[in-house]
């Protein structure tokens, strides 16, 4: 199965998405993220990569480019197709590397850890527990990790609350 990436307007995301799910052969999704929000005790779920949908297929690249030149015409709000070398399915190490960030619903829950005697994050529990030594920066105010892992040309954030700073 392919995975294409479709660079759409902020405010026809979801209803593209919608669009694409309702046709045969095409599975649609927008991976999200979830992030605490302070001072309100409370997480909240916002787009990973804003104006940013993915499609699963099993078009290959010129199908799915004159299907795209098809739909654009009747459907609004696409801006452009995000393409490499002229090919725009998502390699099998980037399908990979989502498969293990996001859960079902294609979201990047938060994850807990702790900060190590070596002052590094040490990851509990969540879907960063793969990713403990991509960990390059931590925000504990805003309880987020960056990775050194760049998709889509730019670097990976995820939630992290750190719960303690002393081993569980």
Same mark, same amino acid.
């Given at each position: 199965m392919?995975?294409?990436?479709?660079?759409?307007?902020?405010?026809?995301?979801?209803?593209?998405?919608? +669009?694409?799910?309702?046709i045969?052969?095409?599975h649609?999704?927008?991976?999200? +993220?979830?992030?605490?929000?302070?001072?309100q005790?409370?997480?909240?779920?916002?787009?990973?990569?804003?104006?940013?949908?993915?499609?699963?297929?099993?078009?290959?690249?010129?199908?799915?480019?004159?299907?795209l030149?098809?739909?654009?015409?009747?459907?609004?709000?696409?801006?452009?197709?995000?393409?490499?070398?002229?090919?725009?399915?998502?390699? *099998?190490?980037?399908?990979?590397?989502?498969?293990?960030?996001?859960?079902?619903?294609?979201?990047?829950?938060?994850?807990?850890?702790? +900060?190590? *005697?070596?002052?590094?994050?040490?990851?509990t529990?969540?879907?960063?527990?793969?990713?403990?030594?991509?960990?390059?920066?931590?925000?504990?105010?805003?309880?987020?990790?960056?990775?050194?892992?760049?998709?889509?040309?730019?670097? +990976?954030?995820?939630?992290?609350?750190?719960?303690?700073?002393?081993?569980?």
């Open positions: 392919n995975c294409y990436v479709l660079y759409c307007l902020a405010t026809k995301v979801e209803q593209l998405c919608n +669009i694409f799910n309702g045969n052969d095409i649609a999704y927008i991976p999200k +993220i979830e992030e605490h929000v302070r001072y005790e409370e997480y909240i779920v916002k787009p990973l990569f804003p104006n940013y949908l993915f499609i699963e297929t099993n078009k290959g690249q010129s199908e799915f480019d004159v299907f030149e098809s739909i654009r015409k009747e459907k609004k709000g696409i801006i452009r197709e995000l393409k490499k070398d002229s090919v725009s399915a998502l390699r *099998d190490e980037e399908k990979e590397l989502l498969n293990m960030l996001l859960n079902n619903e294609y979201v990047l829950k938060m994850s807990e850890g702790y +900060i190590g *005697d070596n002052g590094k994050a040490i990851i529990k969540g879907p960063l527990k793969a990713f403990e030594d991509n960990i390059v920066n931590l925000d504990k105010r805003n309880r987020l990790a960056y990775l050194d892992i760049k998709f889509l040309d730019r670097n +990976i954030k995820a939630g992290l609350w750190i719960k303690q700073n002393t081993v569980m």
